[in-house]
């Protein structure tokens, strides 16, 4: 058994209103679900205290739920709740995830459903926000997007063409030909660069620098931003990268900027990459982070750049877990 969950605003507090409401609320909740009405095992009412008109259960009896549980209740009087609303929660016997369903003026209390919930993480190389961006998508059951990885697929589409990442006329005359794509599979995200999956080969250092190198060109800059925009209109997702609350999302509602110091960093990194399989040495690891932070900061357009009304977390002291769990309070205590 599950309970869906489910709230509606009326305009006054009318019968006539709070039946119609009713009707449209359940009606929705039943369609979403696929529900048919033997599997609904009770319908539970809290209304704000300022209806008073007509029982919200009445009103679903009267719309055809005649065998379930039925119960109405009242709210207390709470400051500045939203007014003339009435709450729902259905338990029915069915396998799938519940869908909610917030209507009207309710649909402000749950942004996540009814908007597209964008968390935007940026932080330097190795700060860790590719895996607490990981960690977050999965609790909150929404979309990773490493828009870091778009820019790697960038590089290795010049490095396919024997193209200098460096050189930008030479990286705008072949822009047109790269078609960078990306798709779920089992909610982890693949990278395609003309069609074929290029996800492991983008993970090498040599396309970590020119990555860096690469994605200070405006023109591959605003295709990819093009994209990441359309994605994360589309979908509810974590998008992590350098620029995604200063430049790519600036109204995200939620923002986190990951700090690390490099050398904390750049062993990081090197864990990684033994894993990898690629040998490199400690020393190298923390040149080429110190590289590409000198890089991706002092680019002209976009730079890594914690934006004003992101939340700094230093994750020096704090597992991947912890950060995770930093972020996922914040939200939620907003959510
Ligand atoms: O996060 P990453 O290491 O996979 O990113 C590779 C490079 O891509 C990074 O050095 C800078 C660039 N990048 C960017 O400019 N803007 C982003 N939003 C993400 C990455």
Redesign the pocket.
Known sequence: MKAIRGAITVKADTADEIKENVKLLLTEIVEKNGLSIENVVCIMFSNTADIHSFYPAKAAREVGFFNCALFSSLEPEIDNSLPLCIRVMVLAEIEDNPKHIYLKGAADLRKDITEKLNIAI?G???SG??TVSKIISKRFDILYL???????AC?LACVNLGVDCANESAVNAIVDSIDISVKYENKMQRTYLNGTDVSES?RTPK???L??V???HGCI?TK??DL?RKIAKENSCV??????GT??LPHAEFKFFLTASPEIRANRRLAENELKGFKQSFADVLQEIKA?DE??IN?KI?P?LKADDAIEISSDKLSEEEVADAICAQIQGKI
């Open positions: 940026d330097p190389a190795g926000k590719s490493d828009t870091g990885a778009m820019y790697r590089a983008i396309i970590s620098m990555a860096s690469v994605a200070a800059r990819m931003v990441q998008l992590d990268g350098r620029d995604i430049n790519v590409r890089q991706d680019r976009a890594l």
